[in-house]
């Protein structure tokens, strides 16, 4: 039964992500942090992205939920663009980081950088401790939509 929980949830999460629209629209700064889910644990925005006429910006998120009794960290990409009227932003596009979330990750810290339009890349750092194993990934983004989940360079 607690799968069929956490997948319910899972489902709820990216639902929410996916919304249009912010439930606190217009309001203040403050009203809009003090009602930011606090199971939303980080946030990071990059770069510049123009298509179909709208132009944007990228932003990841890191969401904790709890899947089968344990924590784990989803990943989010969204593709936000400013509304024409000036009211606020819309979400363009939202993708599950899918390589990442099918694993469950036990955390993740994000750095999200770009240095050329149309293009950001996301570093997912995570680590396993049990196993002394990185997780962490690579994740290009492109256009709306776009994005590549790639094993991070080699440091040297």
Request: contains cysteine.
């Amino acid at each position: 039964m607690r799968p069929i929980l956490a997948v319910c949830g899972l489902v709820v999460v990216a639902s929410l992500l996916l919304l249009p629209a912010s439930p606190v629209r217009g309001a203040d700064a403050d009203t809009i942090a003090a009602g930011l889910d606090a199971n939303v644990a980080e946030v990071a925005s990059a770069g510049s992205w123009e298509a179909d006429g709208r132009k944007g910006s990228y932003r990841a998120i890191v969401v904790y939920v709890s899947t089968a009794g344990k924590r784990a960290a989803k990943i989010y990409v969204q593709w936000l663009s400013p509304k024409s009227d000036g009211t606020g932003t819309d979400i363009i596009m939202a993708k599950p980081v899918q390589a990442l979330n099918d694993i469950n990750i036990d955390n993740a810290a994000l750095e999200l950088e770009s240095e050329a339009a149309n293009e950001a890349t996301l570093l997912v750092q995570s680590y396993d401790p049990a196993r002394d194993t990185d997780l962490s990934k690579t994740v290009k983004l492109g256009l709306p939509g776009q994005m590549t989940v790639e094993d991070p360079a080699p440091v040297q």
